[in-house]
Protein backbone atom coordinates (compact mmCIF):
# COMPACT_ATOMS: atom_id res chain seq x y z
CA UNK A 1 0.00 0.00 0.00
CA UNK A 2 3.19 2.30 1.17
CA UNK A 3 4.61 1.89 -2.94
CA UNK A 4 1.10 2.40 -4.24
CA UNK A 5 0.37 5.59 -2.41
CA UNK A 6 4.23 6.67 -3.05
CA UNK A 7 3.61 6.07 -6.55
CA UNK A 8 0.18 8.39 -6.58
CA UNK A 9 2.52 11.21 -4.54
CA UNK A 10 4.85 11.31 -7.17
CA UNK A 11 2.43 12.11 -10.06
CA UNK A 12 1.41 14.73 -7.97
CA UNK A 13 5.08 16.09 -7.07
CA UNK A 14 5.66 15.99 -11.14
CA UNK A 15 2.62 18.03 -12.37
CA UNK A 16 2.23 20.56 -8.84
CA UNK A 17 5.11 22.71 -9.81
CA UNK A 18 3.67 23.72 -13.20
CA UNK A 19 0.37 24.31 -12.04
CA UNK A 20 1.44 26.27 -9.35
CA UNK A 21 3.66 28.60 -11.37
CA UNK A 22 0.76 28.62 -13.73
CA UNK A 23 -1.77 29.47 -11.45
CA UNK A 24 0.27 32.83 -10.55
CA UNK A 25 0.14 33.84 -14.57
CA UNK A 26 -3.72 33.82 -14.35
CA UNK A 27 -3.29 37.21 -12.21
CA UNK A 28 -0.29 38.88 -12.80
CA UNK A 29 -0.84 41.87 -10.05
CA UNK A 30 -1.75 40.04 -7.60
CA UNK A 31 0.82 37.21 -7.06
CA UNK A 32 0.46 36.98 -3.77
CA UNK A 33 -3.19 36.57 -3.84
CA UNK A 34 -2.87 33.90 -6.03
CA UNK A 35 -0.54 32.04 -4.09
CA UNK A 36 -2.24 32.36 -1.13
CA UNK A 37 -5.06 31.15 -2.63
CA UNK A 38 -4.07 28.41 -4.20
CA UNK A 39 -2.02 27.11 -1.36
CA UNK A 40 -5.42 27.69 0.57
CA UNK A 41 -7.34 25.29 -2.36
CA UNK A 42 -4.86 22.97 -1.70
CA UNK A 43 -4.92 22.70 1.96
CA UNK A 44 -8.72 22.08 1.91
CA UNK A 45 -8.36 19.55 -0.42
CA UNK A 46 -6.25 17.82 1.90
CA UNK A 47 -8.61 18.70 4.94
CA UNK A 48 -11.51 16.98 3.41
CA UNK A 49 -9.63 13.64 1.86
CA UNK A 50 -7.77 12.55 4.95
CA UNK A 51 -10.62 13.32 6.97
CA UNK A 52 -12.60 10.74 4.19
CA UNK A 53 -10.18 8.45 4.35
CA UNK A 54 -10.37 8.80 8.75
CA UNK A 55 -13.92 7.86 8.50
CA UNK A 56 -13.67 4.98 6.56
CA UNK A 57 -10.70 3.86 7.83
CA UNK A 58 -11.33 -0.07 8.69
CA UNK A 59 -7.86 -1.45 8.66
CA UNK A 60 -8.34 -2.53 5.16
CA UNK A 61 -6.43 -1.07 2.24
CA UNK A 62 -9.41 -0.74 0.00
CA UNK A 63 -10.84 1.90 2.16
CA UNK A 64 -7.35 4.13 1.49
CA UNK A 65 -8.00 3.04 -2.42
CA UNK A 66 -11.39 4.08 -2.45
CA UNK A 67 -10.79 7.77 -1.08
CA UNK A 68 -7.56 7.96 -3.66
CA UNK A 69 -10.04 6.40 -6.85
CA UNK A 70 -12.26 9.30 -5.57
CA UNK A 71 -9.76 11.76 -5.96
CA UNK A 72 -8.44 10.85 -9.05
CA UNK A 73 -12.04 10.26 -10.96
CA UNK A 74 -12.40 13.93 -9.65
CA UNK A 75 -9.51 15.12 -11.09
CA UNK A 76 -9.85 13.23 -14.61
CA UNK A 77 -13.85 14.85 -14.54
CA UNK A 78 -12.12 18.54 -13.53
CA UNK A 79 -9.85 18.23 -16.12
CA UNK A 80 -11.31 17.10 -18.62
CA UNK A 81 -14.19 19.78 -18.29
CA UNK A 82 -11.37 22.40 -18.41
CA UNK A 83 -10.08 20.73 -21.71
CA UNK A 84 -13.60 20.69 -23.44
CA UNK A 85 -14.46 23.96 -22.29
CA UNK A 86 -11.54 25.58 -24.18
CA UNK A 87 -11.86 23.64 -26.67
CA UNK A 88 -15.11 25.11 -27.40
CA UNK A 89 -13.62 28.68 -26.98
CA UNK A 90 -11.13 28.69 -29.12
CA UNK A 91 -13.29 27.77 -32.36
Not at 15 to 31: A, D, H, K, M, W
Not at 61 to 75: D, R
Amino acid sequence: MTGLVSLFCIGFAICYPVIFSESLTIFPNLRGTASSFNMSIRALLVFIFTGLSSLIYNKEPISISIVIFLGVFLSFIFSFQFIFKNRISLK
